[in-house]
């Protein structure tokens, strides 16, 4: 059964830096892309980045220049997202989430505050 877990959250200044994990279980990570999407209090939940299995990166404009997604090489079926250089509209939950499944993580917040 496909699970993931999100961490890496928490509360930082405009201009540092948090690393979000992504562990996935239940299903070889290597056969799917997967995204990092966001949703922030009263808007829609957005894609953030995306890689796929040949390690093709995608990252929506908001983000660009700034996020960089990954997979770990060090831990199996894991997926990082390194986000720099964080901004108050960057506030969200965070999920992982495998493109062309139904399941979604708990998501794990990231604030950006002064």
């Known amino acids: 059964q496909l699970h993931l877990v999100e961490s890496g959250g928490g509360l930082v200044q405009p201009g540092g830096s948090l690393t979000l994990s992504c562990v996935v279980s239940?299903?070889?990570?290597?056969?799917?892309?997967i995204g990092w999407f966001r949703q922030a209090p009263g808007k829609e939940r957005e894609g953030v980045s995306c890689?796929?299995?040949?390690?093709?990166?995608?990252y929506s404009d908001s983000v660009k220049g700034r996020f960089t997604i990954s997979r770990d090489n060090a831990a199996e079926n894991t997926v990082l997202l390194q986000m720099n250089n964080l901004k108050p509209e960057d506030t969200a939950v965070y999920y992982c989430?495998?493109?062309?499944?139904?399941?979604w993580g708990q998501g794990t917040q990231v604030t950006v505050s002064s």
């Open positions: 890689i796929n299995y040949s390690t093709t990166t995608w």
């Open positions: 989430h495998l493109l062309g499944t139904l399941t």
């Open positions: 239940g299903v070889a990570l290597e056969d799917y892309a």
